[in-house]
């Protein structure tokens, strides 16, 4: 009798936590929003075929078959940080195992500088990683400069098997992210998007904050899960799929949860990078103090002029024999 009641309980508790499994995936399961198109008027706004390309690469990556293409979001003035991160994280060669490249891409100042855009020119010739465009450059337009890259990874570089969206004043560990994603296998070549990731936000609606998001604009009273805009890394079939996903998300001038938004139109959750047994973020927007192991273990590291960076740079290059 004994065996028997121990069986009996068993199995009890076994269907009793099959029940609860199934429930947990139906009720906590996100309905997808309804695909309402946006008025043309409004996707104009982002749409690529509103705009042209003033400098551009083309050919790039059909002639270099990439791994990770690095998406450099700059400004024409911006003359220092390209050469920065040309001299650091985007030089060639860091990762002997695959092929890494870097683009900056640009705008257009809102008053015309004929000067800086010769010079520009003349770095597009000599370097070939520029990519600009006749879309205004502000802190409001970053919107419209996340879907051209969107749109440019997706018409001429959909061949690569990653790319990543980072900004110009953060540290990027590239041989430790390189790493990170050849280890995350096949799961990770589609629809996949890893950072920092934000899953509690809500909209500010105070006129003086730099996140102000009118109800007019955004009425819903919560973001969707979204990555910290400083940077993040997703496979090249999502440049694709947001760009197309676009076409029904009312712009919004907060370009890391309009990403979100796209992805939520799409039944994609962005992916939380962590260190061994989830105690540090991989993706490190707070800003911390230089120290060379502690960067070692990070994919990126948030808040750096060009000087710091070329500073440390020389120091952290010799991290991977000495942590």
Same mark, same amino acid.
């Given at each position: 009798?004994?065996?028997?009641?121990?069986?009996k309980?068993?199995t009890? $508790?076994?269907?009793?936590?099959?029940?609860? $499994?199934v429930a947990?995936? =139906?009720?906590?399961?996100?309905?997808?929003?309804?695909?309402?198109?946006t008025?043309k #008027?409004?996707?104009?706004?982002?749409?690529?075929?509103t705009?042209? &390309?003033?400098?551009?690469?083309?050919?790039?990556?059909e002639?270099?078959?990439? +791994?990770?293409?690095l998406?450099i *979001?700059v400004?024409?003035?911006?003359?220092? /940080?390209?050469?920065?991160?040309r001299?650091t994280?985007?030089?060639?060669?860091?990762? *002997?195992?695959?092929?890494?490249?870097?683009?900056?891409?640009?705008?257009?100042?809102?008053?015309?500088d004929?000067?800086?855009?010769?010079?520009?020119?003349?770095?597009?010739?000599? &370097?070939g990683d520029?990519? !600009?465009?006749? +879309?205004?450059?502000?802190?409001?337009?970053?919107?419209?400069?996340?879907?051209?890259?969107? %749109?440019w990874?997706?018409?001429?570089?959909?061949?690569?098997?990653?790319?990543m @969206?980072?900004?110009?004043?953060?540290?990027?560990?590239?041989?430790?992210?390189?790493?990170?994603?050849?280890d !995350?296998g096949?799961?990770?070549? @589609?629809?996949?998007?890893?950072?920092?990731?934000?899953?509690?936000?809500?909209?500010?609606?105070?006129?003086?904050?730099?996140?102000?998001?009118? #109800?007019?604009?955004?009425?819903?009273?919560?973001?969707?899960?979204?990555?910290?805009? /400083?940077?993040?890394?997703?496979?090249?079939?999502?440049?694709?799929?947001?760009?197309?996903?676009?076409?029904?998300v009312?712009?919004?001038?907060?370009?890391? =949860?309009? =990403?979100g938004?796209?992805?939520?139109i799409?039944? =994609?959750?962005?992916?939380y990078?962590?260190? $061994?047994?989830?105690?540090?973020?991989? $993706? #490190?927007?707070?800003r911390?103090?230089? #120290?060379?192991?502690?960067?070692a273990?990070?994919?990126?590291?948030?808040?750096? %002029? *060009?000087?710091?960076?070329?500073?440390?740079?020389?120091?952290?290059?010799?991290?991977? &024999?000495?942590?």
């Open positions: 009798m004994g065996k028997r009641w121990r069986y309980l068993l009890c $508790f076994a269907v009793a936590g099959l029940i609860t $499994f947990v995936l =139906v009720f906590n399961r996100t309905p997808l929003p309804k695909k309402t198109p008025p #008027e409004l996707y104009d706004v982002i749409s690529p075929s705009y042209r &390309f003033i400098l551009n690469q083309p050919e790039l990556c002639k270099k078959s990439p +791994f990770l293409v998406m *979001p400004t024409l003035k911006d003359t220092e /940080a390209r050469t920065a991160i001299r994280w985007g030089q060639d060669g860091l990762s *002997p195992r695959v092929t890494v490249l870097h683009l900056f891409v640009i705008g257009q100042p809102a008053q015309s004929p000067v800086l855009q010769e010079h520009l020119e003349r770095e597009s010739k000599e &370097f520029i990519i !600009q465009m006749d +879309f205004v450059d502000s802190y409001h337009n970053l919107t419209i400069k996340t879907m051209m890259i969107m %749109n990874i997706a018409t001429y570089c959909q061949g690569a098997w990653y790319a @969206k980072i900004d110009a004043d953060i540290f990027l560990n590239v041989r430790y992210l390189v790493d990170y994603l050849l !995350q096949e799961s990770s070549r @589609k629809d996949y998007i890893c950072g920092s990731v934000i899953s509690d936000a809500v909209p500010h609606r105070d006129t003086f904050n730099k996140w102000y998001i009118s #109800e007019d604009l955004y009425p819903d009273t919560w973001y969707p899960p979204y990555v910290s805009g /400083a940077a993040y890394v997703f496979s090249t079939d999502l440049a694709r799929k947001i760009s197309w996903a676009s076409r029904f009312r712009p919004i001038p907060l370009e890391d =949860v309009y =990403v938004l796209c992805l939520h799409l039944g =994609v959750k962005p992916m990078a962590t260190t $061994f047994l989830g105690l540090g973020n991989l $993706f #490190e927007v707070r911390l103090k230089y #120290e060379r192991c502690t960067f273990k990070r994919i990126i590291v948030n808040g750096f %002029n *060009p000087q710091n960076l070329v500073r440390i740079w020389h120091d952290f290059k010799k991290s991977y &024999f000495t942590c």
